[in-house]
């Protein structure tokens, strides 16, 4: 069965703090994983979509990396206005292929 | 642009009463989806179209769920009878192309169902 889990699942950071946030996936042949994220009470956003291992992409102060188990959602110098719930969802070969499997999510609270 | 817009953005109903809840897809998006929100969580897939294709019902809980899109637009998500445990934030989301794979998703602002 896919599977998608998210480590941490809450990070607190100080503005100017880099961390990582990680997503761990089991899929039976991956078409694409996907980041998103989610501020309160709206719809997630979408952010990068990664296909094979070793693949990179970046924007502002994120950059997303792959490997065959697991992504990494770097965050360099984060700004307050960067807190919001990350979500991470894969699409594997077999069984649905039509739909998202998403992790929970990790919450991160940056402090000015 | 506009995005995916969903309405109503928040439903309160009593249990046991039927509701319709609608999604408008980005233009030219030929493929929608269906998610639900539970608190504490992940999304959870409900239903996929795609252009005139028999839809992907599978990941409806049960046979009080159903969804139909018309005109290859517009799609309506209907819960008959609701439970309590069908309170969830119902989130729509469109691409282009088929499949989920490869196009990414965008998504609406949802609706926030509280069943009473």
């Known amino acids: 069965e896919d599977q998608v889990t998210q480590s941490p699942e809450a990070l607190r950071l100080q503005e100017g703090e880099s961390s990582s946030l990680n997503c761990s996936y089991t899929v039976s042949g991956l078409r694409g994983l996907f980041w998103y994220r989610q501020d309160p009470g709206k719809g997630p956003e979408f952010l990068f979509t990664l296909y094979s291992a070793g693949e990179e992409k970046e924007k502002e102060r994120l950059k997303a990396t792959l490997t065959k188990k697991e992504s990494f959602l770097h965050i360099t110098a984060p700004k307050p206005e960067d807190s919001a719930t990350y979500l991470c969802a894969v699409v594997g070969r077999g069984g649905a292929t039509n739909k998202l499997i998403f992790g929970t999510g990790t919450l991160l609270a940056v402090q000015p | 642009g506009a995005g995916v817009s969903q309405s109503p953005s928040n439903k309160v109903t009593e249990k046991g009463k039927d509701v319709e809840l609608r999604c408008d897809p980005i233009?030219?998006?030929?493929?929608l989806y269906w998610y639900r929100q539970s608190l504490g969580q992940g999304l959870e897939f409900l239903i996929y179209?795609?252009?005139?294709?028999?839809?992907?019902k599978s990941g409806l809980p049960s046979d009080r769920f159903s969804a139909e899109r018309t005109g290859g637009s517009v799609s309506t998500l209907t819960i008959q009878r609701t439970q309590q445990e069908d309170s969830a934030v119902y989130l729509c989301?469109?691409?282009?192309?088929?499949?989920?794979?490869?196009?990414?998703?965008?998504f609406g602002d949802g609706t926030r169902l509280s069943i009473l």
């Open positions: 233009s030219g998006h030929t493929a």
């Open positions: 989301a469109s691409s282009t192309g088929q499949g989920a794979n490869n196009q990414p998703q965008h």
């Open positions: 179209f795609q252009g005139n294709s028999a839809p992907d």
